[in-house]
C-alpha cells in the first residue's frame, strides 16, 4: 500500500464496496463516509489527495460535500472525482464550477474509475 490519502463518499455500502475493491486492486486504500455530513467533518479533519464523491445522498448533497472541499485553501491539491448516475450535461457543468476535476457516470466500470484515480494521483502504473 501507499501513502495517498483517498476519501469515498457514497450512501450505498455496496457502491462503497465497490470501490475499495478496485482501489485494493491497484495497491491503494481508502477512508469512507457513509454519508455528506461524515464526508465534512473527515475533510475538516484530515487533508486528501483524492475525493471519489456521489452527489445524491441524504441531509447533505454531494455539491454541499464538493462546497466545503472548495472553499478550504487546505484542500487545494485535492482532486475530486464525481460519480453520479445524475449525468446530464447541466449537473456535470455545475460539477465542474464547484470544482470537479472528473466526473464519471455511476455506475462506474473499473477501467473508467482507474483511469481518472490514476491521472489525479500521477500514478503511471495500476
Given at each position: 500500500?501507499?501513502?495517498?490519502?483517498?476519501?469515498?463518499?457514497?450512501?450505498?455500502?455496496?457502491?462503497?464496496?465497490?470501490?475499495?475493491?478496485?482501489?485494493?486492486?491497484?495497491?491503494?486504500?481508502?477512508?469512507?463516509?457513509?454519508?455528506?455530513?461524515?464526508?465534512?467533518?473527515?475533510?475538516?479533519?484530515?487533508?486528501?489527495?483524492?475525493?471519489?464523491?456521489?452527489?445524491?445522498?441524504?441531509?447533505?448533497?454531494?455539491?454541499?460535500?464538493?462546497?466545503?472541499?472548495?472553499?478550504?485553501?487546505?484542500?487545494?491539491?485535492?482532486?475530486?472525482?464525481?460519480?453520479s448516475?445524475?449525468?446530464?450535461?447541466?449537473?456535470v457543468?455545475?460539477?465542474?464550477?464547484?470544482?470537479?476535476?472528473?466526473?464519471?457516470?455511476?455506475?462506474?466500470?473499473?477501467?473508467?474509475?482507474?483511469?481518472?484515480?490514476?491521472?489525479?494521483?500521477?500514478?503511471?502504473?495500476?
Amino acid at each position: 500500500m501507499n501513502n495517498f490519502k483517498i476519501l469515498i463518499v457514497d450512501d450505498n455500502p455496496l457502491v462503497v464496496k465497490m470501490h475499495l475493491h478496485y482501489l485494493k486492486r491497484a495497491g491503494l486504500d481508502a477512508d469512507t463516509a457513509p454519508n455528506g455530513k461524515e464526508a465534512k467533518v473527515k475533510i475538516n479533519e484530515k487533508t486528501y489527495d483524492l475525493v471519489i464523491l456521489d452527489l445524491m445522498m441524504p441531509e447533505v448533497s454531494g455539491f454541499e460535500v464538493l462546497k466545503t472541499i472548495r472553499s478550504n485553501a487546505k484542500n487545494s491539491n485535492t482532486k475530486v472525482i464525481v460519480a453520479s448516475a445524475l449525468n446530464d450535461k447541466e449537473i456535470v457543468d455545475l460539477t465542474f464550477e464547484l470544482g470537479a476535476n472528473y466526473f464519471v457516470t455511476s455506475p462506474v466500470s473499473y477501467q473508467s474509475l482507474m483511469e481518472k484515480v490514476k491521472d489525479a494521483l500521477g500514478l503511471k502504473n495500476i
